[in-house]
């Protein structure tokens, strides 16, 4: 793969309700400050790829409500809609094809504008799903539930990802809900859909994301500091959940391999320093942290138990609070992208993980992770 | 290093306006059979899936994770772009460059509709932000009527000269065994349907139709050992010029008019008419199919009636458009762009039958949105440098 940097980075700070800001709004404040950090202007970016979603955002061709924010007028634009972590594999792609020099990726969503369980449900079959009742909460229920009978995770261990992800949140300026709280305060708190409690769950969140990736020779040219791409991989698993064993993730396996072999990382866990995973569920960030070779299957709980997620373990996840901590669907992929960029130049402020040179930053597409994308990305 | 690409086979659906036999996903999974049989490809041979459609007409959230049984995007890596009325030309462009970019080898790109599950106007009304622009000049046949009227007051164009390529398109269609509407009309037919935004009638319009439209675009390394006669793409590139209506400057479609400059520019084509075979023109209604001529450089200002009155457009002209019968006899939203695509690509390889034009060495492909959204793609016999 030829060499792509990642040169800009922007974000707004994620929010429970921004009243007063459009979509657009929300996309230039990213674009502007992503554009500012690479040192660069709207007329060094030759192509623009929007992450929307017509059903978070309500629209049909969500992305032209973005277009002018994110600087393309009188350019090429594309729109995937998906996850972040997808919206930048397109845009990498569109550099490594010869066909552009420096992309500008952007991302929104507002889910104060939302109805997400409405808008989740949606994503499963008319006929024989849908009027089930399932949506994003109920159906990672029933993962949470499988994969807590399969291999004896506790909800004490669930919870425990909330207490580091809200107190990691703390060190992190665009964080929604930076927070201080217990075990006991997670266990107790509202049944969403059981074994799911309010705080197991990632909150509503309005907010966007820009980054700029640029080929080696702008890269080189613009950037004082370039943070490389070294490996992508993506894969989706089956469509039904009754085709899955929920408490497996062979997808995120897939994607991960793919994604080491690019980058040359044979143990992931020694060779990668911090990584920021799409954490929207407790439990996911324990499934997560065994699809992508962190620990065996099943011992996701014993990892984190043993502190080597938390901020001064081996392998440091989500130092930014994670989903946990602000979740703005679409944007969050590309914020884990930006935060694991962040990391790796060691600009990210007090939330930052000495010797970081090498990262990793995983989002999702899909009820219960069906689809990954792993990016790792170094010095 | 970034490799050459080319589309290597395709397969459509049927289209019709009700496919009621089939649900969503085994249409897709008649237009990938279809694609792969084509090409003698099977499932385990595609390394990406990038599929496509418009949202709100299905009401079907992550369409890319839903249509996993038909796309067979089971454990592979499968992506979903959506950019409207030009999501299949946006696709097409996507399989080109990811299979440019080196990290895949073969991409099974995939556009598709049900429009029968949908109210499509209320659907695009969506489109126009809320405040400013759906309460006023909203849907799709609005925006054209007002592009066809500035079009006919500013050069004296009638409404017969656009009867005109709606005859064309149509006879076109009944050599196309895949096409939704396969029956020739009059002049006067077209003139005497009915109004429905003053001055597009009826016959004017494309209709909705349900279908799916698969292409398999394979990387240099790959595509001659799958084909002979692979359909090499020279040269993409779009262009969207709206957010708000008074972003429109409705004398031309300017989006395609900077696109194709951009195109003509990369691929060293210098005179459009002569240099290039045939056109699949992504062209939902007869006006577009003279003034979006004119956008395209293949004539003067004002001068579209006549090369279409010559019959220079026509199957045995200069520079035929739409041997397919194009989007005025079919239109599945989310497919058509790459149904323009996947016939550009057939009348490069030579398997158009029907409506085959004799040795075309050049053909150019493009989408149109109802948000003035132009995507376009050139394809050659020839391996480019």
Redesign the interface.
Known sequence: ??RVAIVGIGMTKQERRKNAETF?DMVFEAVTKALNDAEMTIQDIDNIVTGC???WD????????V??ASG???????????DGT?VA??G????????YRTTLITAHSKGSESISSL??N??F??IYTRPLGLDAITSSALQARRYMEQYGITEEQCARVSVKNHKNAKNNPYAQLPMDISVEDVLRSRILSSPIKLLDASPISDGACAIILANEEIAKRFSKHPVWIKG?????????LGDRDLSES??LE??ARTAYQMAGIQNPLKEIHVAELYDAFTYQELMWTEGLGFCNQGDGGKLLEKGETGMDGSIPVNPSGGCLSAHAVITAGLIRIAEAALQVRGDAGRRQISAAKTALAHGI???CG??HCVWIVGK | MAKRVAVVGSGQTHHKSQRLDVNGVELIHEAVSRALQDTHLTRDDIDLVIIGNMDHFEGINYVDMWSIDGSGGFMKPTIKLTTGGTTGSTLAIAGYQMVASGLFNKALVIGWEKNSESDTTAAINTAFDPVWDRLTFAGAIGGLALEASVYMHSYGVTEKDAARVVVRDRKNACGNPYAHLRKEVTMEEVLRSPMLCDPVKLLDMCPRSDGACAVIFASEDVAEKITDTPAWIWGVANRHLYTFINDVNFHGLHSLKNASKELYQKCGIKEPLKEIDVIELYQPYSFGGLLWLESLGLCGDGEAPQLVWDGVTDMGGELPINPSGGVIPTNPIGATGLIRCAEAAMQIMGKAEGHQIQDVKIAMSTGFGGCMWSDMLLYGKKKPK
């Open positions: 793969m030829d657009s979603n017509d059903f309500g629209r049909t061709i969500s992305s032209m409500a277009g002018d393309a007028w009188d350019k090429n634009i594309s729109c995937v809609e998906g997808f594999l397109y990498l792609t569109r550099i490594l094809s010869g066909s808008i989740t949606a994503m079959d008319p992508v991989g993506c894969c989706a698993d089956a469509y039904h062979r997808s897939k994607a597409n899909g009820p069906q689809s």
